[in-house]
């Protein structure tokens, strides 16, 4: 298995509060994503990153925003978390391009009350 | 723009049949087939790049039609550990690092 740890693996915090979620590799992939996973959506992408402090946007990056200072680490911030963000958050990495799979992370649920 | 995935879902018997098709509007470069179990990550079965090839993995298989774009996953003589959400994830040219992902199709196999 990838060595991907997600932490924590489970959060209920209050709207309104700051929250981070922490994804951390061992396997030195370039590529690094995080998604959120709702019923009858699929897996959509919050951000991803091509390198250290490389980012950009995925198609529902509204809200959140990440940071990657070491090739291990892709933090997931929602500055002010709202209901509408609780959901379950899946890192993956990658070592390249659309003819590499990706791997996931077992994933952070997240509860905003 | 997320592909389109068929049926939603599926129920089947031990050892029955299934096809799963993953459809998009744009031109593919690959296709990628993820299964994900209730509560547990996404796996990674395999990836079709364009060019018609067909893989396997045990007894579930691939195949990418370039000219409908469109991909078809095939479960033959289902097992009960084929259960789960499958999930094909898309990519549009070859420096494309993220994947569209399909909202899914649940499958379940009864013994």
């Known amino acids: 298995d990838a060595g991907i740890t997600q932490s924590p693996r489970h959060k209920v915090t209050e709207t309104g509060t700051p929250v981070t979620l922490r994804c951390h590799q061992t396997?030195?992939?370039?590529?690094m994503y995080w998604y959120r996973q709702d019923p009858g959506h699929g897996l959509r992408l919050i951000h991803y990153s091509y390198g250290v402090k490389d980012t950009d946007k995925g198609e529902v990056s509204d809200g959140y925003s990440v940071s990657r200072s070491k090739t291990e680490d892709f933090l997931l911030t929602l500055e002010s978390a709202t209901s509408s963000q609780t959901s379950v958050y899946f890192c993956?990495?990658?070592?390249?391009?659309?003819?590499?799979?990706?791997?996931f992370g077992d994933g952070t649920r997240l509860s905003i009350l | 723009q997320q592909p389109v995935q068929s049926p939603q879902a599926v129920i089947l018997r031990e050892g029955e049949d299934a096809v799963i098709n993953c459809s998009s509007s744009?031109?593919?470069?690959?296709v990628h087939w993820y299964r994900q179990k209730h509560g547990e990550a996404p796996v990674f079965l395999m990836i079709l790049l364009k060019g018609g090839e067909q893989k396997g993995h045990e007894k579930i298989s691939a195949s990418f039609n370039e000219k409908k774009q469109q991909s078809s996953l095939y479960l033959t003589a289902s097992q009960l550990s084929y259960s789960g959400t499958y999930f094909c994830?898309?990519?549009?040219?070859?420096?494309?690092?993220?994947?569209?992902f399909g909202a899914g199709t649940t499958v379940t196999v009864r013994a």
């Open positions: 396997e030195n992939h370039r590529y």
């Open positions: 744009k031109a593919l470069y690959s």
């Open positions: 994830g898309t990519a549009l040219s070859s420096n494309d690092y993220k994947l569209s």
């Open positions: 993956a990495i990658s070592t390249g391009d659309g003819s590499q799979p990706q791997h």
